[in-house]
């Protein structure tokens, strides 16, 4: 059986041993049945990209993913927010990749929250009571400070900072798509150009470089003007504009014990502690839900 994440921005394949991390923005192209046509079989299934914009609706999004996928894996069962496995497009299937990982975890991580800091989002998932993440959708974890939209690579930097100070003066910033998180991780050396696996603002190269001159034009600059100095402030006021994020929800849940997971899973855990999830189970950390979802399905015997 393999495991697969359909993203808005990202599909992720777990397929024995090897974890497969595909950029397919949804909103730009849709070729899922291309990407699982090497594969048969049993597939056990979860989503996110049914929000992707090119669709009408959230049900417009979730049919489009289900019949892709079952063009090519017939036998694939998709798993939903109600904890369960289903053959055919519902409501339920919207957003559930978040659950399958704490489906996974919550026995031997009772009482933890579980941190799973990805590309785009940060879900913050208490593990326990486990009934009561049943049936949260993504407008519920929003309210409650369970999905925050942050991440390490796609997030725009001039939709967390206002301003910045740099070289003593309060320095406004450009809400236009100069720089963005990958840029900002990049240029404080939380990622390697080889993880900025997703299409930079302008185009090109994926070089710390290149990250401190998109940094430098989203206060209208270039690196001339404000320096190396100038543009890792910028950055470093972003890394902390997502900390504040994420202290503020661990504060509305309360003091537990914290796992980290996906690719920002060692930042997690150097910044707040706790376990990170790639030391317990490798590289499948970097693809959670996907990993997740093959494992609940064959520990449900579906």
Not at 15 to 36: F, S
Not at 90 to 118: K, Q
Not at 137 to 145: I, V
């Amino acid at each position: 059986m393999i495991g697969i994440d359909i993203g808005g921005a990202n599909t992720k394949i777990v397929n024995g041993d090897e974890v497969i991390i595909r950029y397919c923005p949804l909103w730009k192209e849709a070729p899922i049945t291309e990407i699982l046509s090497d594969f048969d079989g049993e597939a056990a299934v979860v989503m996110s990209g049914e929000l992707a914009d090119c669709f009408h609706s959230k049900a417009e999004g979730i049919s489009f993913i289900v019949n892709a996928v079952l063009d090519v894996l017939p036998e694939a069962r998709f798993y939903g927010t109600d904890g369960r496995f289903h053959t055919h497009p519902v409501p339920e299937l919207a957003a559930a990749n978040w659950l399958a990982s704490a489906d996974l975890l919550r026995e031997r991580y009772a009482g933890y929250v579980l941190i799973d800091f990805g590309s785009t989002t940060a879900d913050i998932i208490p593990l326990s009571p486990f009934d009561e993440l049943l049936g949260q959708t993504d407008l519920s974890r929003l309210r409650k400070g369970y999905l925050i939209y942050c991440g390490m690579l796609r997030t725009p930097v001039a939709s967390l900072l206002r301003s910045v100070v740099i070289e003593g003066e309060d320095t406004p910033l450009s809400t236009e798509y100069f720089a963005s998180a990958g840029d900002a991780h990049l240029a404080l050396g939380h990622i390697t150009p080889l993880e900025y696996t997703v299409p930079t603002p302008d185009g090109k190269e994926a070089t710390r470089e290149l990250s401190l001159a998109r940094l430098a034009r989203s206060v209208c600059a270039d690196p001339d003007e404000i320096g190396e100095a100038g543009a890792v402030a910028i950055a470093e006021a972003f890394w902390k504009a997502e900390q504040s994020l994420i202290e503020k929800s661990l504060k509305r849940i309360g003091k537990r014990p914290l796992l980290a997971g996906g690719i920002g899973s060692r930042l997690i855990r150097d910044t707040f502690g706790g376990i990170d999830l790639f030391d317990e189970m490798g590289h499948f950390a970097d693809a959670l839900p996907a990993y997740a979802v093959r494992e609940v399905a064959e520990r449900k015997g579906t």
